[in-house]
């Protein structure tokens, strides 16, 4: 993304995929762009929960919580996980050490800066709501002109004043060609997901 | 599947299969979701 930031890189639903980190981030480092930030869900489902961590912290890549990472760390009921989900957070937790469990732990449920929106699931701190959930609505839940939120594992973008009774999310769609170019009015307040790297 | 960057998906398939992960996390990165 452009912005006043510099170009930065927003990732997200990294799912304890050490491979699938490992390329993005070498896609990103190719791309030239150093700035990066990931939207939670850094563990969960995949089998590399401590490499994942690590290379968070060794690239120093600020994060928020997500409904994954908080489950690891009791802060979320789990009961409402599928069997299969819940499965794998527990080996994830068996995996990592108590500095490993203290990251996660300490992770922020949603951050703002130069008035972009960054959280997992919805604005402003929801790291369990899904953006279809809430409807139109989901606009009445930041001031921001910008917010971007993970949760979902597909890329879509939603424009708040393109929104009626046939497009009641004003929903751009999902892509096939994710290297499309989005460019943003100014006027424009813009929900983005930006889909899953594991 | 929808997958902007590749990676080694059968890498990953491989470990989680060797710790014991349910079937259906490996399964489900060919969807690549």
Redesign the interface.
Known sequence: MESSLGSIAIISDIHA????L???LD?IDALGIRRIFCLGDVVG????PKEVIAKIRERNIPAIMGNHDAGLVCRLDVSRFN??AL??LR?NTSEINNEEFDFLDQLPLSHTEEGIQFVHGIPPDDYTTYWQQTGTDVFTKFTSRLCFVGHV??PWVAFEDEQDEENPFGLEG???D??RLFPIHPSKRVLIGV??V? | MNRAVPYDVTATQRKLREKGYPEILAARLEKGK
């Open positions: 995929n050490l491979e699938a490992t390329a993005v896609d489902y995949g089998p590399n069997p299969y499965d794998a080996r594992h597909i999902t892509f096939p994710a290297n889909g899953s594991g």
